[in-house]
């Protein structure tokens, strides 16, 4: 069965560089939500989409801005790269509304040097 | 505002000892109760959710939950746990006929062969 799509994988950046993150829910999945995992540290939600629009914000600096674009994908844009910005991010995606359940993509590992 | 809390950060047991993992949510209305499961180095899987019924929920492994609506519990349980069941555990509740989708903070199992 289809799964949760992200890419790239692993990402190595530098201080103030720049980001972006990509998402491919499972097919027909209407909803998204992103988390970041902090090294030992619990998933902070981040920012969700449902049919394109944000539907909920989280923690989310200014920094980082996201999308849905209309094949359903989504894409986390970061700035100004920190070096505590280095984290796993995950993606997740639900048919919320029918099943509730998310599910999750394998995550993209960014590391800010 | 809705929270999701679980009591045990860390949990050592060895193995075929029973678990049982608290979870409490703070809202007033109906939601969706859930627990995935990150084994080390993977991403979040569904172990087990509750939406109605029967309060009593199997999920994969082995797991069991069971929601008492009257102390805004959603606990985990297993009658005897393998060391292959070393993870961290997520309760997470979902806001029914919302986007809203909270975590709890987490429980590290390390069950000790």
């Known amino acids: 069965a289809a799964g949760v799509i992200q890419s790239p994988r692993h990402l190595i950046k530098e201080k103030r560089e720049t980001a972006t993150l990509k998402c491919y829910p499972i097919?027909?999945?209407?909803?998204v939500y992103w988390y970041q995992q902090g090294p030992g540290q619990d998933p902070q939600f981040l920012i969700s989409f449902y049919e394109k629009m944000q539907s909920d914000k989280g923690s989310i600096p200014d920094r980082f801005s996201a999308q849905q674009f209309s094949d359903y994908h989504s894409e986390l844009n970061m700035s100004s790269l920190e070096l505590g910005d280095s984290a796993l991010y995950f993606c997740?995606?639900?048919?919320?509304?029918?099943?509730?359940?998310?599910?999750f993509g394998e995550g993209s590992r960014l590391t800010v040097l | 505002a809705q929270s999701v809390s679980q009591h045990n950060h860390h949990v050592i047991l060895s193995e075929a000892a029973s678990l049982e993992l608290g979870c409490n949510y703070s809202?007033?209305?109906?939601?969706?109760l859930f627990w995935y499961v990150q084994y080390p180095g993977q991403h979040l899987q569904l172990l087990l959710k509750?939406?109605?019924?029967?309060?009593l929920v199997k999920g994969i492994k082995g797991f069991e939950a069971e929601f008492i609506k009257s102390k805004f519990s959603f606990n985990l349980r297993k009658p005897s746990v393998q060391w292959s069941d070393t993870a961290e555990y997520f309760c997470a509740a979902a806001v029914s006929g919302t986007y809203k989708y909270i975590f709890g903070t987490g429980t590290r199992l390390k069950v000790l062969a």
């Open positions: 997740a995606s639900s048919a919320l509304m029918v099943s509730g359940e998310l599910f």
């Open positions: 509750y939406f109605s019924g029967d309060p």
């Open positions: 809202y007033g209305g109906t939601v969706n």
């Open positions: 097919p027909r999945h209407d909803t």
